[in-house]
């Protein structure tokens, strides 16, 4: 990977240059604050960077949910990456300490800014009521930024037909804060003092400033698509759901997911966020405080940051601890089960995933039995759902395939198949498959340069067909309704049409591979029963 800081100090460069020769600065009013973005002269697609969108989450402000920005007079320039969140990592530990059994950009925690483009003249003069896709990026809810993509990739893979904003929302311990705190505040003082699930209301913050404000950059407020990956796909769940199905207003139409993770997410009180949380104040010094969170509160951000970091490393390898939490308000319920209800926001769905998630997450070196990983992953779990776990994945190549199955299955791939059934009839469902097809290895198949990088199956034919099969969606809400009718993607059933997919690979001579094939009715049935076990997976 080419390291953050030289990614982000190419791309400003890059950008600068590029913008030199603009012919207009066009000015946006949100009534709070002026923004001047700039026109890029190579493609005559315009750039607002950095607009900030909720108020600094500092002082009194942290743990708390997202608040209206100040009134800034003056025009504020909008033409350089915003500073991104603070960021944390996964676990690497080979043990999971919840198990009770005794068998030139900154990270900086005031990061709440998106970016938008959209396609213009050389005035900066946009068209109207364009669909528009907000991207939430992933990164585990510990990582990632608004910086390492670029809207204009989807613009130019849209024929110039949309809108993209991409969004940045508080991480880690800033993000999910996951504690009652009822031990250090009485009663409904929880809610008056502390936000749960910050994160996600900051993403939610944004989605209703896109509501107000993307007329004014071209955008129809009507025709909002939401697509993220891994984490981010994991928060598209997570809004699909929210409010028990019932937000208001309407924040999206259609919803796209690429590696739906869903973790376990836990009620906001039980076990596992409770010795979360006494570890976050333990390790902030705030233990013999009155009053923790006021503490917390006051603890340098530097120091919180350290906490941030050494806490999500303990979690068990290839693990996310700083997830949401069931809250009871935004989300009311496991996931899983809002699901199952039909209680969903959107009209429609396009859901991808990639032939071998789990991989990633698993250390390829320390092998275990399934049964025993089973008990690894998911701490609520006994001897009976191991054996399970054990028998259902025995005949699934050796035992680290198998491991590696378990992980991807449980906590990306089935959570997508359950999405897909309760969109019946509006849900599409696609596979990734270009090898290793790994997780994160679709990203640069539809934001070229993701990283530093670009796709290894530099293919125009499949790339077109993979990435416009995303954008035809934000437009039309169905795939089948082509940017270019010309791509190689043939016609695409929704999925409760015989388990309908759409696989994205290629032949050992390079060539693409774009067809119809059927969910594995043996992945089917696995999925089936980690519905069965949401209560102890927690999902």
């Not at 590029?18 to 001047?36: E, F, K, M, N, R």
């Given at each position: 990977m080419v390291p953050h800081f030289l990614r982000t100090l190419a791309a400003t460069l890059l950008l600068a240059?590029?913008?030199?020769?603009?012919?207009?600065?066009?000015?946006?009013?949100?009534?709070?604050?002026?923004?001047?973005?700039?026109?890029?002269?190579?493609?005559?697609?315009?750039?607002?960077?950095?607009?900030?969108?909720?108020?600094?989450?500092?002082?009194d402000l942290r743990f708390r949910a997202p608040q209206p920005p100040v009134n800034q007079t003056g025009v504020q320039q909008a033409t350089a990456q915003p500073n991104e969140c603070f960021q944390a990592g996964n676990g690497v530990s080979p043990t999971n300490r919840f198990e009770t059994r005794a068998t030139q950009i900154i990270d900086i925690e005031d990061c709440l800014f998106l970016n938008v483009y959209y396609p213009s003249d050389a005035a900066g003069t946009q068209p109207s009521d364009l669909p528009t896709l907000v991207w939430i990026h992933g990164g585990?809810?510990?990582?990632?930024?608004?910086?390492?993509?670029?809207?204009?990739d989807i613009i130019n893979q849209s024929a110039r037909g949309v809108v993209v904003v991409i969004i940045q929302y508080r991480l880690g311990i800033f993000g999910q804060f996951i504690s009652s705190l009822n031990r250090f505040l009485p009663g409904?003082?929880?809610?008056?003092?502390?936000?749960?699930?910050?994160?996600?209301?900051?993403?939610d913050f944004a989605l209703r400033w896109v509501n107000q404000h993307i007329s004014k950059f071209g955008g129809d407020p009507?025709?909002?698509?939401?697509?993220?990956?891994?984490a981010g796909a994991g928060s598209v769940l997570q809004h699909v759901v929210a409010n028990g199905g019932r937000t208001e207003p309407q924040l999206f139409r259609g919803a796209i997911t690429s590696s739906t993770?869903?973790?376990?997410?836990?009620?906001?009180?039980?076990?596992?966020?409770?010795?979360?949380?006494?570890?976050?104040?333990?390790?902030?010094?705030?233990?013999?405080?009155?009053?923790?969170?006021?503490?917390?509160?006051?603890?340098?951000?530097?120091?919180?940051?350290?906490?941030?970091?050494?806490?999500?490393?303990?979690?068990?390898?290839?693990?996310?601890?700083?997830?949401?939490?069931?809250?009871?308000?935004?989300?009311?319920?496991?996931?899983?089960?809002?699901l199952l209800e039909g209680k969903v926001n959107g009209k429609a769905l396009l859901s991808v995933t990639n032939t071998f998630e789990g991989t990633r997450f698993v250390n390829q070196s320390a092998v275990v039995t399934?049964?025993?990983?089973?008990?690894?992953?998911?701490?609520?779990?006994?001897?009976?759902?191991?054996?399970?776990?054990?028998?259902?994945?025995?005949?699934?190549?050796?035992?680290?395939?198998?491991?590696?199955?378990?992980?991807?299955?449980?906590?990306?791939?089935?959570?997508?198949?359950?999405?897909?059934?309760?969109?019946?009839?509006?849900?599409?469902?696609?596979?990734?498959?270009?090898?290793?097809?790994?997780?994160?290895?679709?990203?640069?198949?539809?934001?070229?340069?993701?990283?530093?990088?670009?796709?290894?199956?530099?293919?125009?034919?499949?790339?077109?067909?993979?990435?416009?099969?995303?954008?035809?969606?934000?437009?039309?809400?169905?795939?089948?309704?082509k940017v270019n009718p010309t791509t190689i993607t043939p016609h695409w059933n929704t999925f409760d049409i015989l388990h309908t997919e759409m696989l994205f690979n290629k032949t050992a001579d390079n060539e693409p591979v774009v067809h119809a094939i059927t969910t594995s009715n043996a992945l089917l049935e696995r999925c089936a029963f980690w519905n069965s076990v949401g209560n102890l997976t927690s999902q």
């Open positions: 240059a590029s913008l030199a020769g603009a012919q207009t600065s066009p000015i946006v009013d949100l009534g709070y604050a002026q923004y001047q973005g700039a026109v890029n002269p190579a493609n005559n697609i315009t750039q607002f960077l950095g607009i900030r969108y909720a108020a600094a989450p500092l002082g585990g809810y510990v990582g990632g930024a608004a910086s390492i993509y670029n809207g204009e409904t003082a929880v809610k008056e003092n502390g936000a749960l699930n910050a994160g996600l209301l900051d993403q009507s025709k909002v698509t939401i697509w993220g990956e891994s993770f869903l973790p376990s997410q836990y009620q906001f009180n039980d076990r596992i966020p409770e010795l979360l949380f006494s570890e976050v104040v333990a390790q902030a010094n705030c233990t013999s405080a009155t009053d923790a969170l006021t503490c917390l509160r006051g603890v340098d951000p530097t120091t919180l940051q350290t906490v941030n970091t050494n806490i999500n490393a303990a979690g068990f390898f290839g693990t996310f601890v700083m997830v949401p939490v069931i809250d009871g308000v935004f989300i009311t319920q496991r996931p899983t089960l809002s399934a049964a025993q990983y089973a008990l690894d992953l998911f701490p609520d779990f006994g001897t009976a759902q191991a054996k399970t776990v054990g028998a259902l994945y025995a005949n699934d190549g050796n035992e680290l395939f198998q491991v590696d199955a378990i992980q991807g299955e449980s906590i990306f791939i089935c959570p997508t198949y359950y999405l897909l059934n309760a969109f019946p009839g509006r849900s599409f469902k696609g596979e990734f498959a270009i090898p290793p097809g790994l997780h994160g290895d679709d990203v640069l198949y539809y934001f070229p340069g993701a990283e530093g990088l670009f796709p290894p199956f530099n293919n125009t034919a499949f790339i077109d067909a993979f990435a416009q099969s995303f954008t035809s969606f934000i437009i039309n809400q169905n795939p089948n309704i």
